[in-house]
């Protein structure tokens, strides 16, 4: 298994931007395809963005393209999740995911970075 911590969420106001890390350890990570969740208070969690970690590969929710921007190094097994643009509703907690190439379930998560947007 992939343990994922995740790092760099906090309090911006509207307009701005943040970089969420995700630092990934433990099995070869060639294996894994990685994502970004988020969840806001009272709605359920939904899907961000995905990058395959052997290519650069990437997809994006409709909410994100062009706004946010996923990408990895392999070098230093991090997964990064750039927001640009933000706005209230973008407040949330993000989740970094990792699922193994083979599967259709994201199995492994972290513990949650808080991403709060001010109006």
């Known amino acids: 298994q992939v343990q994922l911590v995740e790092s760099g969420g906090g309090l911006v106001q509207a307009g701005g931007s943040l970089r969420l890390s995700c630092a990934a350890s433990g099995e070869t990570f060639g294996r894994y395809v990685f994502g970004w969740f988020r969840q806001a208070p009272g709605k359920d969690r939904e899907f961000v963005a995905g990058?395959?970690?052997?290519?650069?590969?990437?997809n994006y929710a409709d909410f994100a393209e062009g706004r946010f921007t996923i990408s990895r190094d392999n070098r230093r097994n991090m997964v990064f999740l750039r927001l640009n643009d933000l706005r209230p509703e973008d407040t949330a907690v993000y989740y970094c995911?990792?699922?193994?190439?083979?599967?259709?379930?994201?199995?492994?998560w972290g513990q949650g970075t808080q991403v709060t947007v001010s109006s």
């Open positions: 990058v395959a970690w052997s290519s650069s590969s990437t």
């Open positions: 995911a990792a699922k193994p190439t083979y599967s259709d379930t994201w199995s492994q």
